[in-house]
């Protein structure tokens, strides 16, 4: 896959309102997730760049490791506003490169005036933070890789 297949495919996935697509063809696979703001590290042959202006991001795979798009994500359950620290003044929870374990506080969702914990459900490295601090995600938006 090259760069401008990329951005065609991110085109159509904007003009058409989608949130997240995810392509295999022979061995590439491509994941576009529209409304993140940044993903912050890649894996093996990964490329990734980011377009802050749409503040689209995209990843491209090669080979078969499946984990890399499908697994070890922590997702939001719920729309609300992410926060990285319990306080504007305290350190994140979490930095890229930190170990966690399963049951660890990662971050906090508020929504209806509830701080929401969301816990690690895997042991591993942070790899990715993908929400920005105060801003609104949706149900279902990957806040995390754990790898």
Do not use: W
């Amino acid at each position: 896959m090259d760069i401008d297949f990329i951005e065609k495919v991110a085109k159509i996935v904007k003009d058409n309102g989608l949130t997240v697509i995810d392509l295999k063809l022979q061995d590439s696979k491509l994941h576009i997730e529209r409304n993140h703001p940044s993903v912050i590290s890649a894996k093996g042959d990964a490329v990734i760049f980011e377009n802050s202006k749409t503040a689209e991001s995209y990843v491209e795979t090669s080979g078969s490791d499946e984990t890399d798009l499908t697994d070890n994500r922590i997702k939001s359950p719920m729309v609300g506003v992410f926060y990285s620290s319990p306080s504007p003044e305290s350190q994140p929870y979490v930095k890229v490169g930190d170990v966690v374990k399963a049951g660890d506080v990662l971050c906090i969702v508020e929504a209806m005036k509830l701080m929401n914990e969301i816990v690690s459900t895997y042991d591993g490295e942070v790899k990715s933070i993908c929400a920005a601090d105060g801003e609104v995600v949706e149900y279902g938006q990957t806040l995390f890789t754990i790898g």
